[in-house]
């Protein structure tokens, strides 16, 4: 295993999707060597369309600067792909057995320090590696659509997963600019999507209860919570919705709703992130994210 994110060069993409084309996309951004390869008919081209599609965006974030998609070479052979390869990304298609038979074959085919991750969206690394010789050197590292420009990764560890894999994957999505979250334990469907999960839940609820339509839902998020949400999470907005008094008088006025033990856990996890900002700035802060944001939202395009 590579023990400075910063020596990887050469990285493999297996699954040319959507999500292996985005993330072919940002790594040819950051200045690497992608090959990538998928089975699939026309593949090549529909890489390279989205990869033409996401490099303009790119540059507009002044993330492809010095970079060149050029530097992109496809082989519908994976052993070719991966076997010189630093770092490979898996994105084939969310099928359990399907990505249980690929991680073996990445894994025969791939040097035995490098790194395989996969962006799979919900399924547990231990049964996905539980047919390669070094489960250790496999993690997930789940992205979200578009995988070129949302900066989340959520990345966990198999039982077999060694540690210090783990560790490496987070330092090197950081490296190349990602916002990588480390689970503590493996979980299906992960942080994100579990999250997700309950709100289209409580939508369709909603909705089958004649209090709203689909549409209605949507305005609700995007015009309200979902604004706040792009800066700061539902904690921090707890922590901003007790006003000058924080999460404390949050708690005290509204009550607490949470599990007893994690009351406390909740109130010092919020005023550490908040560290010795007053309220005041903490609502600036808040504030001009707001005013940036609605002041850039395009509403969607008609014809």
């Given amino acids: 295993m590579r023990t400075n994110a910063n020596t990887v060069r050469h990285i493999a993409c297996v699954g040319t999707g959507t999500i292996g084309a985005g ?53 519908s052979n994976l052993s070719e792909a991966v076997h010189q390869a630093e770092f490979i990304q898996e994105s084939a298609p969310d099928r359990e057995d399907l990505k249980i038979e690929l991680f073996a074959e990445i894994d025969a085919a791939a040097p035995s320090d490098t790194v395989i991750a996969s962006s799979s969206s919900q399924f547990l690394p231990t049964r996905l ?23 989340l990764v959520e990345v966990v560890g198999g039982e077999h997963t060694d540690p210090a894999v783990i560790d490496w994957a987070v330092d090197f999505y950081t490296a190349i600019g990602k916002k990588a979250l480390k689970l503590k334990k493996e979980i299906l469907s992960y942080i994100a999507n579990r999250l997700q999960h309950v ?45 000058k008094g924080g999460i404390r ?24 992130v908040a560290g010795d900002l007053s309220m005041d700035e903490v609502e600036q802060w808040r504030d001009q994210n707001l005013v940036t944001m609605l002041k850039s939202l395009r509403p969607l395009p008609r014809r």
Avoid at 31 to 60: C, H, M, Y
Avoid at 137 to 148: D, K, L
Wanted: with cysteine.
């Fill in 23 to 75: 993330w072919a996309a940002y790594f040819l951004a950051r200045g690497f060597d992608v090959s990538a390869t998928d089975p699939g008919a026309n593949a090549e081209a529909g890489l390279r369309r989205i990869v033409d599609q996401a490099w303009p965006q790119l540059e507009k974030l002044g993330l492809a600067n010095g970079a060149s998609p050029d530097r992109l070479r496809f082989t």
């Fill in 129 to 151: 590696a539980q047919k390669c010789r070094h489960p250790e050197r496999c993690v997930i590292g789940h992205p979200f659509t578009p995988s070129y420009l949302i900066p």
């Fill in 199 to 243: 709100v289209h839940q409580e939508a369709h609820r909603l909705i089958d209860a004649g209090v709203c339509d689909f549409e209605d839902v949507d305005v609700a998020m995007a015009y309200g919570p979902g604004l706040r949400w792009a800066f700061a999470g539902p904690l921090m907005c707890s922590h901003m919705g007790g006003g």
């Fill in 249 to 272: 008088h949050m708690i005290e006025h509204f009550g607490w709703d949470g599990p007893p033990g994690l009351r406390d856990e909740a109130i010092d996890t919020a005023e550490r």
